[in-house]
């Protein structure tokens, strides 16, 4: 680590189990979680995982704003050694590919987030529609009480779509409460997974 001898070589020596011992640390810590940023990303199919996306993005996150530390020692020395560090581990160039991958994953998040919605509102706005050409003529009178079964195959072709829309608008709305549920659960679960 240096080229100096006798005295100023052991005190040189003796201080990297001090201050610049954990500073080397430090910097092999940082390259070892961008590198596993990267890596998860590779991972990470966009389109299937939004959980895990979602969790790449909190995590690389939080790692920018509570670990990683532009000047580590502020002394001269150890700004000397940081630079030197920083050189030789490539901390800026990972750390510059995790923001991109960051930036990426962002856009990626938000084209699918709203995708999805506009999928969303269409079903939503085709119910409400077809709901509101029938208005109040969508209940049928054989719905009232129990419902007669055997009463289905004399129904008018306007009473089959009035079925046809509070069956689907059922089957849909407990579909997407299962899947709500679904996400919650594994939101839940993921909060677990962070490297760090």
């Given at each position: ?13 003796s ?38 996306t ?11 704003a509570k ?19 920083k ?73 089959y779509?009035?079925l ?14 299962v ?17 760090f």
């Amino acid at each position: 680590m240096t080229k100096a001898s006798g005295k100023l070589e052991e005190a040189l020596a003796s201080e990297m189990y001090g201050q610049h011992y954990y500073e080397l640390l430090l910097f092999f810590y940082y390259k070892i979680v961008l590198l596993k940023l990267t890596h998860e990303h590779s991972r990470i199919d966009i389109e299937k995982d939004q959980s895990q996306t979602e969790l790449l993005i909190i995590m690389i996150t939080e790692f920018s704003a509570k670990y990683l530390f532009p000047e580590v020692n502020s002394t001269t020395s150890g700004k000397e050694i940081t630079h030197i560090l920083k050189e030789v581990f490539e901390i800026d160039r990972l750390y510059e590919d995790v923001v991109k991958t960051l930036s990426g994953l962002y856009q990626n998040q938000d084209k699918l987030t709203t995708n999805r919605n506009n999928y969303l509102l269409q079903i939503l706005t085709i119910y409400t529609v077809v709901s509101g050409i029938y208005g109040m003529n969508l209940v049928i009178e054989d719905w009232k009480g129990k419902i007669r079964w055997s009463k289905i195959p004399d129904y008018s072709f306007f009473e089959y779509i009035s079925l046809f829309v509070a069956l689907s608008g059922i089957v849909i709305s407990a579909i997407l409460g299962v899947v709500a549920l679904e996400k919650w659960i594994k939101e839940q679960r993921s909060k677990k997974n962070k490297i760090f």
